[in-house]
């Protein structure tokens, strides 16, 4: 009997045994199935994952691209502004001088034949002028980022004498001079002056001081305008006037973009700073000197050939 009974348990565990097998066996198969289930799903997040990297790295020049663009069309838009304001500042003059002729002409108060044709030729003069400013400046534009100078030939440039240039102004505004009683003396020692300059823009720098100088002063006054060779062959312009003068403090800034006489100023200070950046263009300085009372005296130091500018400036006397 106990015999039978301990049998009976063998098999029984036995068979417990054989189940259990059976059981881990399928378990392990499950289980088998549900890691290579979570490997493909961690595949399936890692190749998300790249992919969301991949778009965000695109986003990221995508945006980049699109700031470069905004800021290339905001410079290109600021660029396009200040060329209108320098323009509109330097047509203005010509344009004033140019009314002041055909008034003249368009009223019939000159009886003079040759009178007459002198003040036609002014006139054709000054738009050749306005021509020669819109394509200095277009030339500029496409050419800024050029060499210096002194490195090589630049758009626009040539020999030219600088003393016919300072003549013609003068005698541009001679008619606007005369009726404030405002005379304009050129003086040198020299038959020519020769320079290797843009004969447009140093035109606009002894326009613009010479208007500057006439705009502010009061009823009778003098404008000397002093050309002569300095040391090492090179070019000393000053333009002095006795007028009114300015502040010790003011005169220091003059040539700052934006800085105006006068509340009324309506060229938005833009004179006196297109002569500095004409001037410097030409590897040369420009400075000023003036005081309350005792008028304005600006000189300018030039190289009459393409050479590196000057490191100092000398200390002229007035």
């Given at each position: 009997?106990?015999?039978?009974?301990?049998?009976?348990?063998?098999?029984?565990?036995?068979?417990?045994c054989?189940?259990?097998i059976?059981?881990n066996?399928?378990l392990?198969?499950?289980?088998?199935?549900?890691?290579?289930?979570?490997?493909?799903?961690?595949?399936?997040?890692e190749?998300?994952?790249?992919?969301?990297?991949?778009?965000?790295?695109?986003?990221?020049?995508?945006?980049?691209?699109?700031?470069?663009?905004e800021?290339?069309?905001?410079?290109?838009?600021?660029?396009?502004m200040?060329?209108?304001?320098?323009?509109?500042?330097?047509?203005?003059?010509?344009?004033?001088?140019?009314?002041?002729?055909?008034?003249?002409l368009?009223?019939?108060?000159?009886?003079?034949?040759?009178?007459?044709?002198?003040?036609?030729?002014?006139?054709?003069?000054k738009?050749?002028?306005?021509?020669?400013v819109?394509?200095?400046?277009?030339?500029?534009?496409?050419?800024?980022?050029?060499?210096?100078?002194?490195?090589?030939?630049?758009?626009?440039?040539?020999?030219?004498?600088?003393?016919?240039?300072?003549?013609?102004?003068?005698?541009?505004?001679?008619?606007?001079s005369?009726?404030?009683?405002?005379?304009?003396?050129?003086?040198?020692?020299?038959e020519?002056?020769?320079?290797?300059?843009?004969p447009?823009?140093?035109?606009?720098?002894?326009?613009?001081?010479?208007?500057?100088?006439?705009?502010?002063?009061?009823?009778e006054g003098?404008?000397?305008?002093?050309?002569?060779?300095?040391?090492?062959?090179?070019?000393?312009?000053?333009?002095?006037?006795n007028?009114?003068?300015?502040?010790?403090?003011?005169?220091?800034?003059?040539?700052?973009?934006?800085?105006?006489?006068?509340?009324?100023?309506?060229n938005?200070?833009?004179?006196l700073?297109?002569?500095?950046?004409?001037?410097?263009?030409?590897?040369?300085?420009?400075?000023c000197?003036?005081?309350?009372?005792?008028g304005?005296?600006?000189?300018?130091?030039?190289p009459?050939?393409?050479?590196?500018?000057?490191?100092k400036s000398?200390?002229f006397?007035?």
């Amino acid at each position: 009997m106990v015999k039978l009974v301990l049998t009976a348990a063998i098999v029984l565990l036995s068979a417990v045994c054989i189940i259990l097998i059976f059981a881990n066996r399928k378990l392990s198969g499950e289980l088998e199935k549900s890691r290579e289930k979570g490997r493909m799903l961690l595949g399936e997040k890692e190749k998300t994952e790249e992919e969301n990297k991949s778009l965000r790295k695109k986003n990221e020049i995508t945006m980049q691209h699109m700031s470069a663009v905004e800021k290339e069309n905001s410079e290109s838009i600021m660029w396009g502004m200040e060329l209108i304001r320098k323009l509109s500042h330097e047509l203005k003059m010509p344009m004033s001088i140019i009314k002041g002729y055909a008034d003249i002409l368009t009223d019939n108060l000159l009886e003079d034949e040759e009178q007459r044709n002198e003040y036609l030729e002014k006139i054709k003069t000054k738009v050749d002028f306005m021509d020669g400013v819109i394509t200095s400046y277009v030339n500029s534009s496409a050419t800024e980022k050029e060499s210096p100078v002194k490195e090589g030939i630049k758009a626009g440039y040539s020999y030219c004498d600088i003393l016919e240039i300072i003549r013609d102004v003068a005698d541009e505004f001679k008619m606007i001079s005369e009726r404030k009683s405002i005379e304009i003396i050129v003086s040198t020692n020299e038959e020519q002056i020769n320079m290797y300059c843009d004969p447009v823009k140093m035109r606009q720098v002894i326009t613009n001081l010479v208007n500057n100088s006439v705009k502010y002063m009061e009823k009778e006054g003098t404008i000397q305008i002093v050309a002569a060779y300095s040391e090492k062959n090179e070019i000393t312009l000053i333009v002095r006037d006795n007028g009114n003068g300015l502040a010790k403090e003011k005169a220091a800034s003059v040539f700052e973009y934006g800085t105006q006489f006068h509340s009324r100023d309506d060229n938005h200070g833009l004179g006196l700073y297109i002569c500095k950046e004409n001037v410097q263009e030409h590897g040369g300085e420009i400075w000023c000197k003036s005081d309350v009372g005792k008028g304005m005296t600006t000189y300018i130091l030039l190289p009459s050939k393409p050479q590196q500018k000057q490191d100092k400036s000398p200390d002229f006397q007035n």
